[in-house]
DNA sequence: TATGAATGAGTTTTCATTCAT
DNA sequence: CATGAATGAAAACTCATTCAT
């Protein structure tokens, strides 16, 4: 446990750290990764990883707590960019902020299926990954009751019922692509978005 | 590599294995499973594992191969019997194959899991979760084919795309009520019955 | 251990198993060969060896003792016959005997090599090992007092040390052919007789 | 593999457990070494065996690599020194360091009658028994050159045959000597000398 | 802070050997 | 006689973790 004497470079490092781990995550997978992975591709000692996070649990966690921030943060910035424009123009940014990109959309479900199965077993880990989920709700939540009350929605939407429904298909969508293998990343953005305009009944 | 002297024994310690090893990663997670797990499970010692197995990776193999072929041909009786009854029972009827208890789903959703993220490294697991999906696939599509035909279903569906979105209510669904840990099976069932419907515009 | 009830089946058996064990170790080495790779060479299943050889160690050493007796007999033979023609024809009688084919000969040293290796450890091995080294310069011996009776050999050899040298020339000669590994057979050969007629002052 | 960070101790744990390994395999022939053998003789644990020496045979080809260079630099630096004493001083002083001591002799016999075989089918080991084996021919052949150019030596000689000779003489012998076990080391000193030199005519 | 050195606990795998049929 | 099935013991190797510097 590291003494903060200099907060900010400690700071830096553990992102340091936490990146290195993603990439080897998305990489190797969960359960393969291992310490020297890490270390190597963060260019440290193996030790330091260690000095830094108590120890490997501690920052696969903190992989998934950073994960869940990064995205999370990056689809509200959207959202809220999009807000004066109406609900379909907020949900088409949500769904942008999500999948940005092949490589990052690949990368991100590659860790994240990983997390979801580790986070059934390690409590720090499940908790991460159901914040990712709910938080996504939220936001998705938001999105659909002001789409009902534009009348650009189904009136019989329940919005805690839809969010949960809009998020299977994202994941659900998303981890077929990844399966797959092959199939180009704007398809994947193109279906998605239909099913869930299409189950939103827009 | 035995050679098989009593054909039906043979296969009765194979799936006495292969069960084994699913509990065990249904409990522990794929990537944590040792042999050791499998051999105790199964009552069994360590080596004899690899007496009917080549090694561990052709064991979890067989385990995903064999999950894939009895979930899916359960799923296809069920379809079967239900075929005189019309699209929506044979929906029902496919659906409720899927979902045939809690503790069923929960166990085969938490292998499942590990199996996607695992068939992205081994084109041997790799090539079992994607029969799974392909197979579901096409169950699905002819459901959904029978629909639209019948009048039951939205017309401007495209079945092949209309499985996909499907598939992915049943597994994003699944996905999130197995990481609730939670909430109750009946719910997850009316959920899904419920989502699939109303994005088949029943 | 077999009660023996068909004894030349049984005795038929036993050399059947000794020469796989001969053929399994001149590939792999003796430290490499298992019951199985023997068991596969001569047909039959594992448990069979280890019914007609006590245990591994067993059935290695009389394959070393069948060694022996084989090539020794051989060479006895070819001395024999060659009795009459004096003893520069005899000596080369018994050279051609040990030296009969490219391939028994370097069949015959990888496996000899181990075997001198192993019989520093097993005394059961080791006995044959000696028992063969002694035997063949038992042979030398007599043919190298017939030499020095003869006038054809120095006069100031002593049959019991020349034997031994000529035996390590054979040996040594031998095993660097062996190592070298793309070295004519006929050289070897060839040398190996001046060598020893050179020692032997003929 | 690590990096090294004081060179000097590395290299003094290497040169340890190679020591340890070269016992190891002395006393218990190369096959049946394990690494908890090594890493108990050299005092320390089975794993740090690993973290010198990425694996089994690596080690193993390093222990036979440097007893090449020791050896053979033994050999060589007395010869240096008798180089103005003459020829056969100097196959004195050659002989002289390929047989210190009877224990050392033994052990060293073992070792590499263990490697010899081991080297047909390792390459890397291979290679160093037959640079071992190059090694002391070169040597070999010198003197000899300077014996036949001295006089002392058969004019018919042909440096390279003769060297490979003489190292025949010199591993049949030592081996000879090593299966019998019980001959005094004296004997052996004297019988490979005198047939050293009866043979190059001296 | 940072790291190389060192280790212990665990995992897969191999194989001689036993045994019931 | 012969064999497939089953096992126990041991081996190489991996890796998170600790520690001295």
Redesign the interface.
Known sequence: MPRIARPEEAAQMRTRLMRAAYAAIAE?????VTLQDVATRAGVSKALVLYYFTDKEQLLAAVMERTDQVIRSRAERAMREAAASGPLAQLDAYLDALTIGAREHRDFY?VF??F??????SPAI?KS??SF?EGCAALERETIQRGIAAGVF?RDLIPA?AS??V???????S??W???GDEPFDQLRR?MR??VL??L?A
């Open positions: 190797r997978g969960f359960a393969a590659r299926l990983d979801m199965s580790a986070g059934l077993r499940g990954t159901r989920h189904r019922e949960t429904v998020r299977a298909l994202i994941d659900g969508l981890i077929q990844l399966l797959r279906r239909e099913a299409a189950y009944g």
